[in-house]
């Protein structure tokens, strides 16, 4: 199963050196387990855009927006569980908290479809049986 997490925090200086190298070393752990698949970091809402469709009309919107917190990366992960995508998350977080004094921010931690969430493949005669 994979799952994004999207991490979001309203930092307004860059993160420690001795952050970015505990975060390389737990991202190549995670990697070497075979549960990282990508991550990285993005820039601030200011450099994008937003595209919005309401009442059958397109609108594109230069940023920044609005929201109190700012989406700084993301990471995939392919594990076997949404407690074990947790567990990265929580490790990745307690980095955070360890070295970098005040900071704060959240992760959302969201699974992305997958086979096992549908049905299986309806039968290519309808469901019909040949008799």
């Known amino acids: 199963m994979r799952y994004l ?6 930092a307004s200086t860059p ?10 070393a737990l991202g190549a ?3 070497a387990a075979g549960a990282l698949l990508d991550t990285a ?17 397109l609108s594109v919107t230069d940023g ?8 700084i990366s993301y990471a995939l992960y ?8 947790t567990e990265w998350t929580s490790r990745f977080m307690t980095l955070h908290r360890d070295r ?4 704060e921010g959240e ?16 039968a290519a005669d309808g469901g019909r049986q040949s008799a």
């Open 29 to 31: 752990e995670a990697t």
């Open 5 to 10: 997490v999207l991490l979001k925090s309203n």
């Open 41 to 57: 970091g993005l820039q601030p809402s200011a450099a994008g855009a937003r595209v919005a469709l309401a009442g059958g009309q």
């Open 64 to 71: 920044p927006f609005a929201e109190s917190k700012e989406l």
């Open 107 to 122: 992760a959302d931690v969201l699974k992305v479809f997958g086979p096992e969430d549908f049905g299986p493949p309806a």
């Open 100 to 103: 970098w004094p005040g900071w």
């Open 15 to 24: 993160p420690p050196p001795d952050l970015m190298e505990a975060i390389m």
């Open 78 to 85: 392919d594990v076997r569980s949404r407690a074990e995508a």
